[in-house]
């Protein structure tokens, strides 16, 4: 017997599936006519400039080198390259000298992927390769002897590449930015109010669920920081872009201080966490702190997105710091001093995340802590 309502739950993820892979080819409009530009190109340039009659590996290097991002076009078609030059002489040499055959071609793989692993460090750069050896020996066989026409064939593909990337509809690194630092922020506020919602109702497993999530942010953070390099990579090599650069700048230094907040955000829930397995008491007021504190980076969510309104972010985060600070004036409780001191440091994270420096950031919070 079919379960009830299988079909129409199956039918719902079926169009949920459908927008998110629509969604998916609208937001990837510009790889896909970066690609066709460059292959077009580094064929016409292979064939009709440098005069080889099927330039293979032209377009295949174009391809893989677009499909890496921005922050590893650059070192990537570079790798792409000197593996194909490895693969392609390796398998050109051998063949000339011992002929085509499945012994040969055996012999040729388990050459090129030994010099693979000699010169690379990636996985990606032995099987570059090891593939460029086969290809050689099964699709494009040498036929007029030992020739680097090829190696020629795969640079022109990949500098073709790149200069596409750089001059044809070049991505927004500003708006990447936004989107990247959303997520992180989000989650670091919601993991503040978790940690908030579990030292009020002195709830271990709440606590615990915390640091979990605290854990989990690191992926998004992850994202962010390459998001960042991305930027910077895109405004050094896009004439388009080199406009946006201070921005970007601006933003890279925002990651690296989110990061050091995500790092102090753990610390907190680790401490929530033993504070209320040793039944320790825990004033009120320092989840009123990390409530506010929640609310700064909700702050900086927001003004990062926007671009403006970053003044939002300083009152919540002094606030935050001043509450905690004078929680101490009635406890010495070892477990309230750490969570404090992880207070003052993510509100410092913060404000230096807003441009101020660290030394004005440290400032202003113990000021405000009095």
Do not use: C
Not at 272 to 288: K, Q
Not at 310 to 329: C, I, K, M, N
């Amino acid at each position: 017997m079919i379960p009830e309502g299988l079909f129409e739950d199956a039918a719902e993820r079926s169009r949920v599936s459908m927008a998110t892979r629509w969604q998916r080819v609208r937001s990837g409009w510009r790889v896909m006519l970066q690609a066709a530009v460059a292959v077009a190109i580094s064929w016409a340039v292979a064939k009709w400039l440098w005069g080889h009659a099927a330039p293979f590996f032209a377009p295949v290097s174009a391809i893989i080198a677009l499909g890496q991002s921005y922050y590893e076009r650059g070192r990537r078609a570079a790798e792409l390259v000197f593996a194909v030059t490895i693969g392609v002489a390796v398998a050109d040499l051998l063949a000339f000298q011992i002929g085509e055959g499945v012994l040969q071609l055996g012999l040729a793989v388990f050459i090129a992927v030994g010099l693979g692993m000699f010169f690379g460090t990636s996985q990606l750069f032995v099987n570059q390769v090891a593939i460029s050896a086969a290809l050689v020996f099964t699709i494009t066989p040498p036929t007029g002897g030992f020739s680097f026409a090829r190696t020629l064939d795969a640079l022109t593909g990949g500098v073709v590449a790149l200069g596409v990337a750089a001059l044809l509809l070049p991505s927004d690194p500003v708006r990447i930015l936004r989107g990247a630092a959303r997520p992180v922020l989000d989650e670091l506020a919601a993991t503040l109010r978790d940690i908030a919602g579990a030292l009020r109702t002195r709830d271990e497993g709440a606590a615990e669920d915390s640091l979990v999530r605290a854990r989990g942010i690191d992926e998004f953070g992850e994202r962010f920081f390459a998001a960042a390099q991305e930027g910077r990579s895109t405004t050094r090599y896009s004439p388009a872009r080199r406009r946006a650069r201070d921005t970007v700048e601006f933003y890279a230094e925002a990651a690296a201080r989110i990061d050091l907040a995500v790092r102090n955000v753990r610390v907190l829930a680790r401490g929530s966490m033993r504070a209320l397995a040793l039944d320790e008491n825990v004033p009120p007021e320092v989840a009123d702190a990390l409530e506010d504190l929640g609310h700064a980076v909700q702050a900086l969510a927001a003004a990062l997105e926007s671009g403006e309104g970053f003044d939002a972010v300083r009152d919540p985060a002094l606030r935050a710091a001043s509450t905690a600070t004078h929680v101490l004036d009635g406890t010495t409780n070892l477990s309230v001093s750490v969570i404090v001191g992880q207070i003052r440091s993510t509100a410092t994270d913060l404000l230096t995340g807003i441009g101020m420096t660290y030394e004005e950031a440290t400032g202003a919070v113990r000021a405000a802590s009095g």
